[in-house]
């Protein structure tokens, strides 16, 4: 049965994942909207909350992720998007905090959500919530690094 539970609301990234066209994208720019307000009210903190609001996102978006790929009896719902938040500041952990790295991030982990480079979409099969997140984490790994690598050339 479907349900207006807290399991599903933090699922769908408090309803991001409602929202029409590509949900996933709406849960990925719900981080950087997030992360954008860290970098203004705390930039010195700026790292250990976005780190902090990793952790959580990913703790608690593995269970939430299982009841909702449950009750929609599909094993990764395009409603969830607490994926894309978790991996999106996963990402962020890489590189300062501004609004060009902001914007470059988003770009770039969609890109390596969407093309799941290994072991990413080796790590989607793994049951329930566990690959519905752990596959994104390392997508934000990946364009984490990227981004690292870019900036030390700049």
């Known amino acids: 049965m479907k349900s207006n539970s807290p399991a599903r609301w933090l699922a769908?990234?408090?309803?991001?994942?409602?929202?029409?066209?590509?949900?996933?994208?709406?849960?990925?720019?719900?981080?950087?909207?997030?992360?954008?307000?860290?970098?203004?009210?705390?930039?010195a903190q700026a790292f250990w909350v976005i780190a902090g609001l990793c952790g959580l996102a990913t703790v608690a978006g593995i269970p939430a992720a299982t009841v909702v790929s449950r009750q929609e009896t599909t094993k990764d719902p395009s409603i969830v998007v607490i994926d894309e938040v978790a991996g999106q500041f996963v990402t962020f952990l890489f590189v300062p905090l501004s609004l060009?790295?902001?914007?470059?991030?988003?770009?770039?982990?969609?890109?390596?959500?969407?093309?799941?480079?290994?072991?990413?979409?080796?790590?989607?099969?793994?049951p329930e919530?566990?690959?519905?997140?752990?596959d994104d984490l390392v997508a934000g790994l990946y364009a984490g690094l990227l981004l690292m690598l870019a900036e030390s050339f700049l």
């Open 12 to 43: 769908t990234g408090l309803g991001a994942g409602f929202l029409p066209i590509a949900p996933g994208t709406w849960g990925s720019a719900e981080a950087v909207m997030i992360a954008a307000v860290v970098m203004w009210v705390a930039p």
């Open 100 to 126: 060009p790295w902001l914007i470059a991030g988003f770009f770039v982990f969609r890109l390596f959500d969407i093309v799941k480079p290994f072991p990413a979409r080796q790590i989607e099969a793994l």
């Open 129 to 134: 919530g566990w690959g519905i997140m752990l």
